[in-house]
């Protein structure tokens, strides 16, 4: 069943004898005064990598099947959604997508200078599988075995998931297009990729060999990590719905070849946006074996003053009871799709049913949270219009900024809701409004890559040409980072190539320095030679 159930068949194997293979991860032992870096745009450029390869090692596929330049009868196993996955996956470094090498990467002087005070990996001192009665539990070799946690999308989540998310999501979508070729319906075919992960398979189930048998851990984390690997295998050829957001997919043909689509190369969460809550073992908690049931909570329980100050919510408010319980139950579906979750969330192993929790908390003073953020400002972020309508009607002050001096505006910029800046526009908000450092929501838009809002924030009167306190322009922002289509949008809304010329080094020159030749070309074409 391809290279991936291969390879995890052969991890569980030998996970019983060498141990080395079977991980653990544990985020209820956290960094108390420490902070992880963002590691989403790392890697979601390494995907990137591998999506150009794999385009162009099916180009080459192709070319020498051509006839006169036409497609013949061998070219055609070249189109098929299987295969492309199937080469995607065999194009992947082992930095991507297996812990040690990563680990070992992000852990390397090189990568930790680039977040210079923050964490690229942790691994707690001590973690919830250890307890003087594992001794007695023949699954604990394999836990000893840890992994560390990382942050990717702002969530936390362990570096076992991305080894889950690559090979299991190619397991799970090679038995999806299998079913869809014996002509079952996607619905049916997505519940034979589940069916994998939680029926009797001897090695690659979460019932089996893959977790209980050998770790005894039943991960819904897991599962549902493997569930989301088998949308982003999909998303290659076709268009999938995550996050509730419908994304076109990454590879288009043109012609008798593979492109890589527009989305493909510039979405700078081409991976981070397929991480959400499912992948944190905290909100998402296992099943455990009866002899680990009570062993984990007395883990958890010496936890659990530091786990509930350190999953405040973005509000910076602590969770009650409730809360916890609502965020567990929701992430037993992937947005309403069954990924093959086991457990009851107000009985399973977990801060719900292991701290004191309170029911209610005090009301806060003020009009916003701890970082003077307020429901506009949050509304405006979540590009939830209706929300933002009822927050305006309530009287909210558009252009209320938070600690950082960002307003509504600057929130909605950041998320890249257009409709959102409309709203606000319409309400008098203050489009070129200054944050911390002049930066306004032009050039955190630009910055971000949001093509529509870009062109929202103009068409609202946003200035072109601004600069922040570093003399630094929208179109910098954009170019630097190459984003073609904001960089187009916003020479149409009248930013001036050469405004952005700094301390005598042109525009295009910055770009090219940061590895964007093409785009770099193309502006000098636009640009006044330098006297």
Known sequence: MQRCCS??????????????????????SVPVGREYAELGPYFSDGYR??????????????????????????????????????????AIPLWVDWVEPIESRLLAPQQRARFPGLLTVYHPPSWIYHHWMLLLDPTKLPRLVRCGTITVNGVEIGTDKLMHFAHMGQCYVQVYYRARGEGKSVEQAMQAAVDLGTGPNPFLSEATWLGLMSTGVWSNSDLAVNYVGMLFFRNLTETVRVHGENLPPMLVREGSFWRVSARGMHDRALFSRYVSGHWNEVFNPNVYA????????DEIRKRCNIVTDWYRDRHLRLRRKADFLQRMEELSTYYGADYGYRGDPAELVSVVT???????????????????????????????????????????????????????????????????????????????????????????????????????????????????????????????????AVVENLMAGGAQVDAARRDGVALSERVRRAGHADLAGWLAAHEVPAP
Request: charged fraction near 20%.
């Open 354 to 484: 292991v701290c004191p929790l309170p029911d209610e908390l005090p009301d806060e003073d003020g009009p916003g949270d701890a970082l003077g953020r307020t429901e506009l400002w949050w509304a405006a972020g979540d590009g939830d219009v209706d929300a933002l309508t009822r927050a305006l009607t309530d009287g909210a002050d558009v252009n209320a900024a938070d600690i950082d001096g960002e307003t509504p505006l600057h929130a909605a910029a950041r998320g890249g809701h257009a409709s959102a800046i409309a709203r606000l526009a319409a309400a008098g908000v203050d489009v070129n409004a200054r944050a911390l450092y002049g930066t306004t929501p032009l050039h955190v838009a630009a910055r971000m890559g949001h093509a529509a809002a870009v062109e929202a924030l103009l068409a609202a009167g946003a200035d072109a040409n601004v600069a922040d306190d570093f003399g630094v322009t929208p179109l910098e922002g954009a170019g630097v980072h190459g984003y073609r």
């Open 7 to 28: 390879i995890m068949f052969w991890v569980a194997v030998t996970a019983a004898p060498v141990v080395v293979w079977a991980h653990e991860t544990d985020q209820y």
């Open 49 to 90: 990598q591998v999506l150009i390869q794999a385009a162009a090692t099916l180009n080459g596929q192709i070319a020498a099947t051509l006839r006169d330049g036409q497609p013949t009868a061998a070219t055609e196993r070249f189109y098929a959604p299987a295969y492309v996955a199937s080469t995607f996956y065999h």
């Open 290 to 297: 009866p002899l680990m049931d009570g062993c984990v909570r």
